[in-house]
């Protein structure tokens, strides 16, 4: 196998892989529906451990679904754009399940982007 087919097939088994999680799909489709969020509001709406929930959006960062950008000492998560069609069907479809999400538990005046 040629080393870009080896790339390309890692990185489809990647992205794959992390969408073979319930709380990742429900993360995503979370992001997906609020925008811009930082780990604090994520883990008080999910109601997750810090490094259980940092685990997650590492694995969804890594797999090309989520970025990040810096603000000071917070960092605000949201949908990779542009993103590649492969990724954006897959969300689309995650946009579709009749998942139940938790309500988004903001910090008041913690990391909310002015």
Same mark, same amino acid.
């Given at each position: 196998?040629?080393?870009?087919?080896? %790339?390309? +097939?890692? =990185?489809?088994?990647?992205?794959?892989? $992390?969408?073979?999680? %319930?709380? &990742?799909?429900?993360? +995503?489709?979370?992001? =997906?529906?609020?925008?811009?969020? *930082?780990? *604090?509001?994520?883990?008080?709406?999910?109601?997750? +451990?810090?490094?259980?929930?940092? &685990?997650?959006?590492?694995?969804?960062?890594?797999?090309?679904?989520?970025?990040?950008?810096?603000?000071?000492?917070? $960092?605000?998560?949201?949908?990779?754009?542009? @993103?590649?069609?492969? &990724?954006?069907? $897959? @969300?689309?479809? @995650?946009?579709?399940?009749? @998942?139940? +999400?938790?309500?988004?538990?903001?910090?008041?005046?913690? *990391?909310?982007? %002015?």
């Amino acid at each position: 196998m040629k080393r870009e087919e080896l %790339e390309a +097939l890692e =990185d489809f088994l990647r992205t794959a892989g $992390a969408l073979y999680d %319930e709380t &990742r799909v429900k993360l +995503l489709k979370f992001i =997906d529906r609020h925008g811009p969020l *930082c780990i *604090c509001d994520l883990q008080n709406s999910f109601d997750m +451990l810090q490094s259980r929930l940092s &685990r997650h959006i590492k694995i969804l960062k890594e797999s090309g679904f989520l970025t990040v950008r810096k603000e000071g000492r917070w $960092a605000y998560y949201s949908i990779r754009t542009p @993103i590649d069609r492969f &990724r954006l069907q $897959a @969300i689309e479809e @995650i946009r579709t399940l009749p @998942i139940e +999400l938790p309500e988004l538990k903001r910090l008041s005046g913690s *990391c909310e982007i %002015e």
